[in-house]
């Protein structure tokens, strides 16, 4: 497969002594977007790039985050890099670093982490979209200082995280919290992963377009059918949102319902491990309130007593919180690695 000529980042740092590596490159891949930063330890983010997601095959893929990754480190010397944290929409054995299943992205079974580290000349670490907010929420978010929370990212798809005593859960093989693919009706609608009833064939982006573009079809939604240029079929989730947020009844409707079905899911997370915080983040949990609202409506009511005062939280990061939890990631492996050799 052909390359896009991007930039080998391989700067020399300089002579007479080893440099601290002050910055990591976390690139946080979605299903629309894919973004890279250059981050400091302390997680200010110094500087920024974005694209779309390429929607023609891995190998285009890959090509983007090695262009971002060129991008956001032009100029810094390679020695004060810790290395490279990637955020997959996947389902990610971290001991082995590979994919084992991605629903929106045709990444499953490809070796991402390969195809970055033979062009970059950096470390590299994969992990979970998911993961990665969640790292980044309770480093320097949301969450810090809290050891047990839940992380719940709503964009394309539905991921997430459980932190547990303040560290991750992953899982006997590195592939847990996907808090998306709980089946909360066996009889729901297919998921993209190709199950029935999962979380995400409610809440995530082609779920709530769909939704939106049946009840554009009705004489009642004039605001959401304005939206899309008077097409049903136009219809997007963000024009949904936005809708709702103008008072269209039957957008707010099809949130309302969203945040029912997710309250349901996270009453059983609640009642099953008791977390101090619900974080809630990603496009849609940014910019839809009511379906948050809703979702904490139900935990109150349906979850265990002593158990109710969890507390629902917006992610503080915005979409930022998977660029800085992946480059922490990376600092994370990166120091590992040097207390090995000390």
């Known amino acids: 497969m052909r390359y896009h000529q991007a930039v080998i980042l391989d700067v020399r740092g300089t002579a007479g002594g080893r440099m601290r590596a002050s910055y990591a490159v976390g690139v946080d891949v979605g299903g629309t977007r894919i973004a890279a930063g250059l981050v400091e330890r302390k997680g200010r983010i110094l500087k920024e790039a974005r694209t779309l997601t390429p929607k023609n095959g891995p190998f285009a893929i890959a090509d983007a985050i090695i262009d971002l990754i060129a991008e956001v480190s032009d100029g810094v010397q390679r020695a004060e890099i810790a290395g490279i944290g990637v955020g997959l929409p996947a389902q990610v054995d971290f001991a082995k670093q590979t994919i084992e299943f991605c629903t929106n992205l045709p990444l499953a079974g490809v070796d991402v982490r390969s195809l970055v580290m033979s062009r970059v000349k950096h470390d590299v670490v994969l992990d979970n979209d998911g993961h990665c907010a969640g790292i980044g929420e309770a480093r320097f978010g949301a969450a810090r200082g809290i050891r047990d929370f839940v992380m719940i990212t709503l964009g394309t798809g539905v991921g997430g995280a459980l932190f547990l005593s303040g560290e991750p859960y992953r899982g006997a093989r590195g592939l847990g919290g996907e808090i998306g693919h709980m089946v909360v009706r066996l009889d729901g609608p297919q998921c993209p992963c190709g199950g029935y009833g999962h979380l995400e064939a409610y809440l995530g982006r082609p779920a709530l377009a769909a939704r939106g573009r049946e009840a554009a079809r009705s004489f009642a939604a004039q605001v959401l059918r304005d939206l899309a240029g008077g097409d049903p079929d136009a219809v997007t989730a963000e024009h949904v949102v ?6 269209d009844e039957l957008s707010r409707e099809i949130l309302y319902e969203a945040g029912h079905v997710l309250g349901q899911a996270l009453v059983g997370i609640v009642n099953l491990l ?4 619900i974080v809630v983040g990603g496009g849609i949990g940014e ?13 109150n009511e349906e979850a265990l007593a002593g158990r109710r005062d969890v507390t629902v939280v917006r992610a503080a990061l915005g979409n930022d919180a998977g660029v800085m939890g992946a480059a922490a990631l990376a600092f994370d492996e990166h120091d590992s690695r040097e207390a090995l050799h000390r």
């Open 287 to 299: 910019s839809a309130p009511l379906v948050v609202e809703q979702a904490a409506k139900i935990i």
């Open 274 to 277: 008791n977390p101090k915080a």
């Open 242 to 247: 936005e809708a709702a947020r103008r008072g």
